[in-house]
């Protein structure tokens, strides 16, 4: 059992050390969002927050959700916009 833990979140990446049969490296890829596509969403969310108590306590409106979840321009990315890799000898890619 490996103790110590290695998990590093940067811009359009998470890499970490992972442990099974042995230790491993993974890299979880994911394409940044486009800064016209966060303006659009900021745009359309605004007066919409029921308050900033409300955001604080992770509750949004349901138009909020349907913007940041909407497929395609919503916050998350399409299965083509992720990457994997992984040291390990599974051949599994997603």
Known sequence: MVA?????????MVKALVSGSDI???????????ATTW???????????????????????NAVMETVT??????FPLPRQISL???CPDGASR
């Open 4 to 12: 110590d833990r290695d998990l590093r979140i940067e811009t359009g």
């Open 24 to 34: 491993y490296s993974v890299e979880i890829g994911v394409q940044t969002l486009a």
């Open 39 to 61: 303006g659009a969403i900021v745009k359309e969310c605004s007066g919409n927050v029921a308050s900033v108590v409300a955001l604080l306590q992770g509750r949004l409106s």
């Open 70 to 75: 909407r497929r395609g321009d919503g916050l």
């Open 85 to 87: 890799r992984c040291s």
